[in-house]
C-alpha cells in the first residue's frame, strides 16, 4: 500500500468525524454463497483501522477504479470536499472526485486512490488520513468504483497542482449541500424497467460554474448522509444498478 501517514486532524470536528467514519456499517447485503473471501486490508490510522469491505466477492472480468473523497474544514469551520473539472482534452470533461483505473502495481483501492490524487492534482498522501472505504459502485460501463473517505487536517499544507493532461481547475465545495434542496435539479431516467433520478448540483466557485451531478453527486449523497448522520431533503432513487456490485446478477453488455 501507498503511504498513508495519520496526521493529527487538528480539530474537534474533524475527530469526530473520523470516529463516526471508521464507525460507519454498510447495510446488510445479499452477498452469493458462492463468493469467496480475500483477506481484508487494514489502515492503521490513529492507533485504530478499519477494513476494506471491497476485498470481498468480486464480479469477474470488471475493470475497476477509486476515488479519493477527500474532507476538510473550511474557513467557516464547515466541512469541504475536494473536486476537479476534468481536461478537456478527455473523454469525460466534467467534475469529478480525484481518482482512477486501478493499476497492476497497486496494492488496493486506498493505493489507487491516493496515486491518482497525487497525479491529478498533487496532493501528497502524507496528508491526509485515510478514514473509511464504501461500498463499490457499479457502472454501466462495467466498472466497480470504489470510494475511498480520508480526511485531510491542514488544508494550508495542501499546495494544488492540477496536471495539465488530465484536470483544468481543482475547486471545493461544502459537502452539507448534497443534502439539501438547493440549486439542485433531477433527470428521470430509465433502466431494465425500473425508473431512477439523476441528480445535478449546480455550484460556483471563484465566479466559475460547475455541475456536479451523476455518480460524483450520488458519491456525495452518500458520504455527507454518513457524516450528518442524516437522509437528503430530496427523493434520491438511486440507480439499482448501482448497487449491484454484489450481485451476480450483472447486465451482460
Known amino acids: 500500500m ?17 470516529q463516526r467514519l471508521r464507525h460507519y456499517k454498510p447495510p446488510p447485503r445479499q452477498i452469493p454463497e458462492t463468493a469467496t473471501e480475500s483477506v ?11 477494513s476494506s469491505i471491497t476485498d470481498h466477492y468480486q464480479p469477474p472480468k470488471l475493470k475497476r477504479a477509486a476515488v479519493l473523497v477527500c474532507i476538510f474544514q473550511g474557513n467557516n469551520d464547515d466541512l469541504r470536499v475536494i473536486l476537479t ?6 473523454s469525460s470533461h466534467s467534475v469529478a472526485l480525484p481518482g482512477g483505473k486501478r493499476e497492476e502495481t497497486d496494492a488496493d483501492d486506498v493505493e489507487t486512490a491516493l496515486r491518482e490524487a497525487n497525479e491529478e492534482i498533487g496532493l501528497d498522501p502524507s496528508l491526509v488520513n485515510v478514514v473509511t472505504v464504501l461500498e463499490p459502485i457499479f457502472t454501466k460501463s462495467r466498472m466497480l468504483v470504489v470510494p475511498v473517505v480520508a480526511i485531510l487536517s491542514d488544508a494550508k499544507a495542501f499546495s494544488p497542482a492540477p496536471s495539465a ?3 483544468e481547475a481543482i475547486f471545493d465545495a461544502p459537502l452539507e449541500m448534497f443534502l439539501k434542496d438547493e440549486n439542485r435539479r433531477a433527470e428521470e ?14 455550484y460556483e466557485a471563484e465566479n466559475k460554474r460547475y455541475v456536479i451531478w451523476a455518480l460524483t453527486a450520488g458519491i456525495l449523497i452518500k458520504v455527507a448522509s454518513i457524516v450528518y448522520q442524516r437522509p437528503p431533503a430530496f427523493l434520491e432513487l438511486r440507480p439499482k444498478f448501482w448497487d449491484m456490485a454484489f450481485s451476480t446478477d450483472i447486465p451482460k453488455q
Not at 40 to 50: A, F, G, L, R, Y
Open 2 to 18: 501507498g503511504s498513508c501517514n495519520n496526521p493529527g486532524l487538528g480539530s474537534d470536528v474533524l475527530e469526530t468525524l473520523a
Open 189 to 202: 431516467r430509465e433502466w431494465m424497467g425500473g425508473k431512477y433520478l439523476l441528480q445535478y448540483f449546480d
Open 40 to 50: 481484508s486490508h487494514q489502515i492503521n490510522s490513529d492507533e485504530k483501522s478499519v
Open 85 to 90: 473539472k476534468r481536461s478537456s482534452t478527455l
Open 165 to 167: 493532461a488530465e484536470v
